[in-house]
Protein backbone atom coordinates (compact mmCIF):
# COMPACT_ATOMS: atom_id res chain seq x y z
CA UNK A 1 0.00 0.00 0.00
CA UNK A 2 1.74 2.93 -1.18
CA UNK A 3 1.67 6.04 1.22
CA UNK A 4 2.40 10.09 1.30
CA UNK A 5 3.43 11.43 4.49
CA UNK A 6 3.46 15.54 4.23
CA UNK A 7 4.97 17.51 6.87
CA UNK A 8 6.33 20.76 8.00
CA UNK A 9 2.98 23.12 7.40
CA UNK A 10 2.27 25.48 9.95
CA UNK A 11 1.83 29.23 10.93
CA UNK A 12 4.22 31.60 9.86
CA UNK A 13 4.27 35.68 9.36
CA UNK A 14 3.85 36.74 5.81
CA UNK A 15 7.52 37.18 4.61
CA UNK A 16 8.65 33.92 6.41
CA UNK A 17 9.72 30.67 4.82
CA UNK A 18 8.44 27.10 5.32
CA UNK A 19 9.99 23.89 4.08
CA UNK A 20 7.58 20.95 3.29
CA UNK A 21 8.41 17.36 3.44
CA UNK A 22 6.61 14.53 1.60
CA UNK A 23 8.00 10.55 2.09
CA UNK A 24 6.40 8.09 -0.31
CA UNK A 25 6.44 4.49 1.29
CA UNK A 26 4.83 1.26 0.39
CA UNK A 27 6.50 -0.70 -2.25
CA UNK A 28 8.41 2.38 -4.36
CA UNK A 29 11.71 1.92 -5.11
CA UNK A 30 12.43 5.03 -5.97
CA UNK A 31 10.65 8.08 -6.92
CA UNK A 32 10.55 9.35 -9.90
CA UNK A 33 8.22 12.52 -9.85
CA UNK A 34 6.24 14.55 -7.79
CA UNK A 35 3.66 17.27 -7.54
CA UNK A 36 2.35 19.75 -5.04
CA UNK A 37 -0.78 21.15 -4.72
CA UNK A 38 -2.74 23.23 -2.46
CA UNK A 39 -6.38 23.86 -1.53
CA UNK A 40 -7.48 26.81 0.16
CA UNK A 41 -11.12 27.36 2.03
CA UNK A 42 -13.52 27.75 -0.68
CA UNK A 43 -11.33 27.06 -3.66
CA UNK A 44 -10.58 24.37 -6.27
CA UNK A 45 -7.15 22.63 -5.45
CA UNK A 46 -4.57 23.80 -7.46
CA UNK A 47 -0.91 22.76 -8.67
CA UNK A 48 1.84 24.74 -7.24
CA UNK A 49 4.63 22.90 -8.18
CA UNK A 50 5.57 19.78 -10.15
CA UNK A 51 9.40 17.73 -10.63
CA UNK A 52 9.89 14.98 -13.11
CA UNK A 53 13.00 12.39 -13.14
CA UNK A 54 14.80 14.67 -15.55
CA UNK A 55 14.57 17.60 -12.89
CA UNK A 56 12.16 19.64 -14.79
CA UNK A 57 10.37 21.72 -12.84
CA UNK A 58 7.25 23.66 -13.81
CA UNK A 59 5.53 26.35 -11.21
CA UNK A 60 2.43 27.87 -10.95
CA UNK A 61 3.01 31.53 -11.58
CA UNK A 62 1.63 32.46 -8.06
CA UNK A 63 4.55 31.06 -6.78
CA UNK A 64 7.38 31.23 -9.86
CA UNK A 65 10.41 32.91 -7.86
CA UNK A 66 9.49 32.33 -4.04
CA UNK A 67 8.60 28.48 -4.21
CA UNK A 68 10.81 25.67 -5.11
CA UNK A 69 10.53 22.05 -5.90
CA UNK A 70 13.05 19.25 -5.45
CA UNK A 71 13.49 15.70 -4.34
CA UNK A 72 15.67 12.98 -3.04
CA UNK A 73 15.23 9.83 -5.06
CA UNK A 74 17.23 7.49 -2.45
CA UNK A 75 15.07 8.42 0.01
CA UNK A 76 11.93 8.92 -1.85
CA UNK A 77 10.90 12.04 -0.37
CA UNK A 78 9.97 15.63 -2.35
CA UNK A 79 10.16 18.90 -0.86
CA UNK A 80 8.50 22.33 -1.70
CA UNK A 81 10.88 25.47 -0.43
CA UNK A 82 8.48 28.73 0.34
CA UNK A 83 9.87 31.42 0.50
CA UNK A 84 8.41 34.98 0.86
CA UNK A 85 4.85 33.49 1.94
CA UNK A 86 2.02 35.56 1.65
CA UNK A 87 -1.40 35.45 3.16
CA UNK A 88 -3.02 34.12 0.00
CA UNK A 89 -0.35 30.90 0.44
CA UNK A 90 -2.39 30.03 2.76
CA UNK A 91 -3.57 26.57 2.12
CA UNK A 92 -3.59 22.88 3.08
CA UNK A 93 -0.92 21.42 0.82
CA UNK A 94 -0.55 17.97 -0.65
CA UNK A 95 1.96 15.85 -2.72
CA UNK A 96 1.23 13.77 -5.27
CA UNK A 97 2.65 10.86 -6.82
CA UNK A 98 0.75 9.79 -9.82
CA UNK A 99 -2.41 8.62 -8.65
CA UNK A 100 -1.56 8.76 -4.78
CA UNK A 101 -1.96 11.48 -2.91
CA UNK A 102 -1.18 12.31 1.18
CA UNK A 103 -3.48 13.75 3.40
CA UNK A 104 -2.62 17.14 3.07
CA UNK A 105 -0.20 19.54 5.82
CA UNK A 106 -1.69 22.82 6.65
CA UNK A 107 0.06 26.22 5.96
CA UNK A 108 -1.35 29.20 7.75
CA UNK A 109 0.37 32.77 6.98
CA UNK A 110 -0.13 35.40 8.59
CA UNK A 111 -0.30 39.06 7.49
Known amino acids: QVQLVESGGGLVQAGGSLRLSCTVSGGIISINAMGWYRQAPGKQRELVAG???????NYADSVKGRFTISMDNAKNTGFLQMNSLKPDDTALYYC?????WGKGTLVTVSS
Open 96 to 100: NYYIF
Open 51 to 57: ITSAGRT
